[in-house]
């Protein structure tokens, strides 16, 4: 699997949208790019994934560059509850079938 | 209902002795997991199971034997405990076989305390 590189911290002010970048210079071309995050003491949450185009579920936006070698989630309107640990983890689906957490970037959101 | 339960949710226990984890998923899916998220708040994999079979064991002492009874359960036993086995533990489920395993559901964490 890739690997991946986060900011460790961010903050961002209620309301407006949080930008969490992604380094994965060596992604493969096979490899996909997924999110998740984990809410303090909580279970990680799948939040989106990606291979090339960008992706938009309910909860955020995922935008690849055209070289794949960056990504950034987007959560368009952050609110305290999205105060969490996000992960950025690049492999190929399937192979393994488990998750190589890195550090993640811990996202503070601020009244 | 809950997709994927874990029981206990808080564990305390004396070194030496030896406990088990029970893990449960309600989604039908094919394969189980096992992670360790440590003091530090790193999470890592520890065993995989896909219908039934081993499919991932990372480097874990022989003291950490799962155990798959049907494709809905995999327990976590743990023999001999240590200090060092503090953490949290996590399951997760996913379904891999229909090619839709992007996503893996978590449990909501086991924290065994060993004393």
């Known amino acids: 699997d890739a690997k991946t590189t986060q900011p460790p911290s961010m903050d961002c002010a209620e309301g407006r949208a949080a930008n969490l970048p992604c380094n994965h210079s060596?992604?493969?071309?096979?490899?996909?790019v997924y999110w998740y995050r984990q809410i303090h003491s909580q279970g990680p949450q799948y939040i989106i994934h990606g291979l090339k185009n960008n992706e938009t579920n309910e909860m955020a936006s995922l935008i690849i560059t055209e070289d794949r070698k960056s990504s950034t989630l987007i959560l368009p309107h952050a609110t305290l509850r999205d105060t969490a640990v996000y992960y950025c983890i690049v492999r190929v689906a399937y192979s393994g079938y488990a998750l190589n957490f890195g550090k993640g970037t811990s996202l503070l959101v601020t009244p | 209902d809950t997709a994927v339960s874990q029981t206990p949710k808080y564990l305390v226990t004396q070194m030496g002795n030896d406990k088990s984890i029970k893990c449960e998923q309600n989604l039908g899916h094919d394969t189980m997991y096992w992670y360790k998220q440590d003091s530090k708040k790193f999470l890592k994999i520890m065993f995989s199971?896909?219908?039934?079979?081993?499919?991932i064991n990372e480097t874990v002492p022989n003291r950490f034997s799962p155990k798959s009874p049907d494709k809905a359960h995999l327990n976590l036993h743990i023999n001999s405990l240590e200090l060092g086995d503090s953490a949290v533990y996590f399951c997760a489920s996913s379904q891999v076989s229909s090619g839709a395993g992007h996503e893996q559901f978590f449990g909501p964490g086991t924290r065994l305390t060993v004393l």
């Open positions: 060596t992604i493969s071309g096979n490899e996909y």
């Open positions: 199971y896909n219908n039934k079979e081993l499919i």
